[in-house]
């Protein structure tokens, strides 16, 4: 018996198309490594089987009479998804981002396994970069596994086990998909009725997948009355995309939280509201007093009834109050805002999600785009993922890995998508862009470290 995609999972693939790739990306850059990208490829390869289906890919079953099914690829060549590239010197952080928009810019191949990993070398003081894509259809929880998080370890003498021996099974032939299809109806005669779902309008599809993501997305919708207004954040996307980042140290973060309260996230979000406010200005739009700018807020949560390794993400909707031009205002009313995740369901713990996960930024920022893609895009402007990672260094390859940056998907109307993660005493911020319309993100990551260097000088 094949492995059926679920409805959600499903749901990507109908929905996604060339102009809005829906893959989610990390960037990992690494101290030089002793063996150059030959260590890095031999690295992937052997920890494949951690992460078997990523040597599988999707097959359709005919008239989709049912959702695809996962099957391994009889084709798989890992020289295809592991792909080699360099900068050119002085191998500077713009170029190294130049190469990550265009890798981020093109979808992913349905005929193959939906991921792909670019090694990259050319850096100043020889570091390397590997730049992953995977797509959210591949994680399907917290309990996921994703090939960033099995190349890292918690220390550089960790020997590389041997390749296995894998030998693909047989792909299902179009007879065997559509008995599977009809005897999966018999059992489950509901299947007819998602299927069915999943293959009409977005209206419908979204609302099927508001009830299967989380029951937290109905109650977000509530304060969802007024749609966010239209501006560069909210336009029909082109195919290109541009990247920036941004850096803050988590000691100056923690430095806020503990002068003027909220949680750490909340500080976050006041920073990118602030930056958001100056950034705005400095295109010549309109910042009232009253103006927001509506963000989804994916938040790992733990139900009253949920063990913890059942917890779920949900989508929380939050106004991030940029016409408020005092800051520590801004971080009390997105602090209040914040509080209704734990009267809604228990949120997790920082350090208890980094235990149940290890460090896994692609699978949590995918799984927060999944919650995301549950809300019609009608509905917020931005989505804005916060995962928070060790604080401790990791290693791939016996290289050390200094620095993290997630690369969020953009949803079809929308401009922009924010990641946040932090890891050894520092946070990583990766925004995601349409380069038609938010083409001066630079800037927006600029205003960012701005906005903490002010806050952190105030309270100092």
């Known amino acids: 018996m094949t492995e059926r995609l679920s409805t959600l999972d499903a749901s990507f693939l109908y929905l996604e198309d060339d102009g809005a790739p829906l893959h989610v990306a990390g960037v990992l850059v690494l101290e030089p490594v002793a063996g150059g990208l030959d260590a890095l490829a031999d690295l992937v390869e052997a920890r494949l089987p951690l992460v078997p289906r990523y040597r599988q890919r999707i097959v359709q079953v ?123 109806y018999v059992q489950r005669p509901t299947s007819a009725v998602e299927v069915a779902w999943s293959a009409v309008g977005d209206l419908r599809s979204t609302a099927a997948r508001v009830r299967s993501v989380a029951g937290g997305l109905v109650r ?97 909707l939050v106004d991030l109050p940029v016409g408020e031009p005092n800051p520590w205002v801004r971080l009390a009313r997105l602090s209040y805002a914040m509080r209704g995740v734990t009267r809604s369901g228990r949120s997790v713990r920082a350090d208890t999600l980094i235990a149940l996960t290890g460090f896994a930024p692609p699978t949590l920022h995918a799984v927060g785009a999944r919650a995301a893609r549950g809300l019609s895009r009608r509905l917020f402007s931005l989505v804005v993922t916060n995962v928070p990672g060790p604080q401790q260094p990791l290693y791939a390859a016996g290289a050390r890995m200094l620095e993290v940056f997630p690369v969020v998907p953009l949803l079809g109307g929308q401009g922009l998508a924010v990641g946040m993660t932090s890891y050894d005493g520092h946070v990583y911020v990766g925004l995601n862009a349409d380069r038609d319309g938010v083409g001066d993100v630079d800037v927006l990551a600029d205003m960012v470290e701005q906005e903490v260097t002010a806050l952190t000088e105030s309270v100092r």
């Open 220 to 316: 977000a919708t509530r304060s969802a009355v007024v749609p966010p207004r239209h501006g560069p954040l909210n336009r029909t996307a082109g195919r290109q995309r541009r990247v920036a980042v941004a850096r803050a140290s988590l000691e100056d973060l923690r430095s806020i939280r503990k002068a003027h309260g909220g949680t750490v996230t909340d500080v976050l979000l006041t920073v990118l509201t602030g930056a958001m406010r100056d950034w705005l200005l400095s295109r010549g739009e309109p910042v009232l007093a009253s103006t927001a700018v509506r963000a989804l807020v994916p938040v790992s949560v733990q139900g009253e009834d949920q063990e913890l390794p059942g917890s779920s993400v949900s989508a929380h």
């Open 62 to 184: 005919p008239g989709r009479l049912a959702n695809p099914v996962w099957a391994d690829d009889p084709d798989f060549d890992v020289a295809y998804h592991v792909r080699r590239s360099a900068v050119p010197r002085p191998g500077t952080q713009q170029q190294l981002l130049d190469l990550v928009s265009r890798v981020t810019s093109r979808p992913l191949d349905r005929n193959r396994p939906l991921w792909e990993v670019y090694l990259v070398e050319g850096l100043a003081e020889k570091r390397v970069a590997v730049v992953t894509k995977t797509h959210p259809a591949l994680v399907d929880g917290l309990g996921a596994v994703d090939i960033a998080q099995v190349l890292l370890e918690p220390g550089p003498d960790v020997a590389v086990p041997p390749a296995d021996d894998w030998v693909p099974r047989r792909l299902p032939g179009r007879v065997e998909l559509v008995l599977d299809a009809f005897g999966e």
